[in-house]
């Protein structure tokens, strides 16, 4: 059964600091990976889906990298932003028609 | 705007009581997603569905029953038998391939 794993599960930076996030999964037989933010008490927004044939994808200061054979992903935030508090969850599908399986998420506060 | 609709955004039970959590989509996705979050649990997946008429138990189903009538609507009760249901709810949608997905403000549930 696929498990999704995030390391660290809370970080607090200064603003203007560049950031890691990580994500393992144990099958590295995935179709899809994702990156999602959630706000507190609410939903959770898209950030970059990357699929399996893809080894990054980037969206303003966000990008997304992925080694399927390693089990690994990472999200890398440019230039952090107090805007940019929130929890960050990493997802992996294993076909293109099974749910999502999420990790815990990471707590990100980036200090003023 | 296309979207995912979830309504009530709180609700309460009490002891015995059955409630139903509502989720509608307007962005013609075939597959429908119910996720279930306590804190530092991360999403758990309840039920889904791929197609009308058609759903699938996830790893926490117990004490949970779903229907999908329409491709639009998905949605879900909490019975008598989940002993613990106080937890923030999250009904999602995507494509039949798992893209695109998009995910509802949540319902947050507290038995009182």
């Known amino acids: 059964k696929q498990e999704v794993t995030q390391i660290p599960a809370a970080l607090s930076v200064p603003e203007g600091e560049n950031l890691v996030l990580n994500c393992s999964f144990t099958?590295?037989?995935?179709?899809?990976l994702q990156w999602f933010r959630q706000d507190p008490g609410k939903g959770l927004t898209s950030l970059l889906l990357i699929q399996s044939s893809q080894r990054e994808q980037t969206s303003g200061r966000l990008n997304a990298s992925l080694d399927k054979s390693s089990g690994r992903s990472t999200l890398y935030i440019a230039a952090s932003q107090p805007g940019d508090s929130a929890t960050y969850l990493c997802?992996?599908?294993?076909?293109?028609?099974?749910?999502?399986?999420f990790g815990k998420g990471t707590r990100l506060s980036v200090i003023a | 705007d296309g979207g995912i609709t979830q309504s009530p955004k709180y609700l309460f039970r009490k002891e015995g009581q059955n409630v139903t959590l509502s989720c509608e989509q307007n962005l013609n996705h075939d597959a429908m997603y119910w996720y279930r979050q306590d804190p530092g649990q991360g999403l758990r997946l309840i039920y889904y569905?791929?197609?009308?008429?058609?759903?699938q138990k996830g790893d926490i189903a117990e004490g949970y029953s779903v229907s999908r009538e329409k491709k639009e609507s998905f949605p879900l009760t909490v019975t008598s038998a989940q002993k613990n249901p106080t937890a923030f709810y999250l009904c999602?949608?995507?494509?039949?391939?798992?893209?695109?997905?998009?995910f509802g403000s949540g319902t947050r549930l507290t038995v009182v």
């Open positions: 569905s791929q197609i009308v008429n058609d759903f």
């Open positions: 099958d590295s037989a995935i179709y899809n």
């Open positions: 999602a949608s995507s494509t039949r391939m798992g893209n695109g997905y998009t």
């Open positions: 997802a992996v599908t294993d076909s293109g028609n099974t749910p999502l399986v």
